[in-house]
């Protein structure tokens, strides 16, 4: 998968950052109710395009650690100033196994349908999340307009490696595998939220970790 990324880093970065996506990507790093001087970490956070929004909410006291499997996603994130400063760390580091501890909130966008045991991935997830810190998970999913569910399907084939191999629907595995990171995210926290976006081609679930008084 990291080869995947390496040869796709300079055309996702351009993806990544559509003015259409921005106001979604606010949406949720909103959800994660981070206040100045949080530690917010961010799984697969790729060419780090959630890091401005993340670093404006945190302030100069705060932290964001933005962590990716992937080098040249990594470099591709910093070579943008905006995603950079003494307030945001990388870490090339693999989020099944997050080498964090005790962060005050943690967001993953478009990383959830990626893992073979996303139910697993969540878990590691929240148990490096403070009681009373939130985790986020913004992805696409097929939606009720037939046009939105192409569209779905092709941003399946174009971001999931061996897309093209594959002989049954790869959208399909993709799509039970979000679900499975959603319903373990339910189960594990509280407060929940969950919200649609883009004619319901985008959802973003979240919840608060239970136990502690940040909330
Ligand atoms: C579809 S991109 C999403 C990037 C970013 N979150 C965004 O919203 O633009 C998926 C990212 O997950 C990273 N990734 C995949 N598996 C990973 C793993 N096990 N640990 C860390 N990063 C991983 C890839 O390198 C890639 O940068």
Redesign the pocket.
Known sequence: ??EF?KRWATV?DRL?RLPGLRSW?ASAVDALGLSPGDTVA??????G??VPELRERVGPTGQVVG????RE?LRAARRHPDRTGPSVDYLR????RPPVRNVDAVL????AG??PDPAAVVDAWCDCVVPGGRVAL?NFQRSDAVPLNLAFEGFVRL?APGARLSTDSHADAFERRVAAARRRLTERTVDRRYETFGGGFLGLVSGTVPGGDRQ
């Open positions: 998968m990291s990324y996702y990544a990507r961010e799984m697969g956070c790729g060419t395009a959630n962590l990716d499997i992937t996603m580091a693999d989020a099944t993953g966008t478009f990383v990626l893992f913004l971001s």
